[in-house]
């Protein structure tokens, strides 16, 4: 079983900057890959940006250039970094860990005002 816990979120202006923390219980060095989802108001769930044990990162076209995800195995604590932000990032924001299962947090709300 793998906990995560999601903090970060808030209320931003447009052209603001957050940054999303994912605490896992166990150490993150042998999980998979770990990835940030969202999901808007009536809208399904989409992948942000993933990365994987190897530090390879994936992210959606949608926010390349403007997102970078990173990992702290000391701290077992995966970060999305959130600048340029745009009305259309609003969304809840979902931790995800591919560890022989599929695993995910609570979620934190993003809101981007314009």
């Known amino acids: 079983q793998v906990q995560l816990v999601e903090s970060g979120g808030g209320l931003v202006q447009a052209g603001g900057s957050l940054r999303l923390s994912c605490a896992a219980s166990?150490?993150?060095?042998?999980?998979?890959?770990m990835g940030w989802y969202r999901q808007a108001p009536g809208k399904q769930r989409e992948l942000v940006a993933t990365?994987?044990?190897?530090?390879?990162?994936n992210y959606a076209d949608s926010v390349k250039g403007r997102f970078t995800i990173s990992r702290d195995n000391a701290k077992n604590t995966v970060y999305l970094q959130m600048d340029s932000l745009k009305p259309e990032d609003t969304a809840d924001y979902y931790c995800?860990?591919?560890?022989?299962?599929?695993?995910w947090g609570q979620g934190t709300q993003v809101t981007v005002s314009s």
């Open positions: 166990v150490s993150i060095s042998s999980i998979n890959e």
């Open positions: 995800r860990a591919r560890f022989l299962l599929i695993f």
């Open positions: 990365i994987n044990s190897r530090g390879n990162t």
